[in-house]
């Protein structure tokens, strides 16, 4: 039990292109869940936290007109990276508090590699 | 702000050998600890947590400890296997602000060569 799913697992997109990236719980409601950027040797930087129904809170540094987030539904969180350039170029993965779970327990997708040309 | 720190950044040992990873962190007000497993280009998998009531977790042939007070964790896999390689991170939940929002260390990189 405890899936989440992301796709695409690798997206390729030129430069000013917007690229969506979609998370799901796929066996649970998912409350929250994470969006982590992680580039090359590098640890996993949370982005923001959403919260279904409700605006995301984004980390500092990270731009919310840049990095849209979207958390529609209990099983549903999507990332829009809007006019995408070289440098959001990274491996981005999101990950989910599940109800009934004890707290601090987080289940990571596969995460979605991006590339912009 | 908290830091978390894994060492050594890579490991490569043969076959059947035991070994142990270290993650350190700077501040001791954590909620829980986390080791996870990331395979080439893959997501996280969660191997042991443990609360930071607890001082180690058991799986299999890993078992992690923790030390709160000193900041430090140890992951230790017993008789390694090729398929043991793999990067392992650390991660610490914060005891405010959100135990979710996990720290993470920049993880060990294991080779177990056959």
């Known amino acids: 039990g405890a899936v989440v799913s992301q796709h695409p697992s690798r997206v390729i997109c030129k430069s000013g292109t917007s690229v969506k990236i979609e998370c799901r719980s796929l066996d649970f409601q998912a409350t929250t869940m994470f969006w982590y950027r992680q580039f090359p040797k590098q640890s996993l930087m949370l982005m923001a936290t959403s919260n279904e129904g409700s605006k995301a809170t984004y980390e500092q540094g990270v731009e919310k007109d840049k990095f849209l987030i979207n958390h529609a539904s209990l099983t549903l969180s999507t990332l829009t990276v809007t006019s995408a350039h070289p440098e959001d170029s990274s491996f981005y993965i999101c990950s989910a508090t599940a109800s009934g779970r004890p707290r601090g327990e987080l289940f990571f997708g596969e995460g979605s590699r991006l590339t912009v040309l | 702000k908290q830091e978390v720190t894994q060492i050594p950044a890579a490991l490569s040992v043969p076959e059947g050998e035991n070994l142990v990873l270290n993650c350190s962190f700077t501040?001791?007000?954590?909620?829980?600890l986390q080791w996870f497993r990331q395979d080439p280009g893959k997501g996280l998998t969660s191997l042991l947590l443990?609360?930071?009531?607890?001082r180690e977790q058991t799986s299999g042939r890993l078992n992690a400890s923790l030390d709160k007070s000193s900041g430090r964790s140890t992951l230790y896999i017993a008789a390694s296997q090729p398929g043991d390689s793999a990067t392992y991170l650390c991660a610490v939940a914060p005891l405010q602000g959100g135990s979710e929002k996990l720290v993470f260390g920049k993880g060990t990189k294991l080779t177990v060569n056959p």
């Open positions: 443990i609360q930071s009531s607890q």
């Open positions: 501040d001791s007000a954590i909620y829980n």
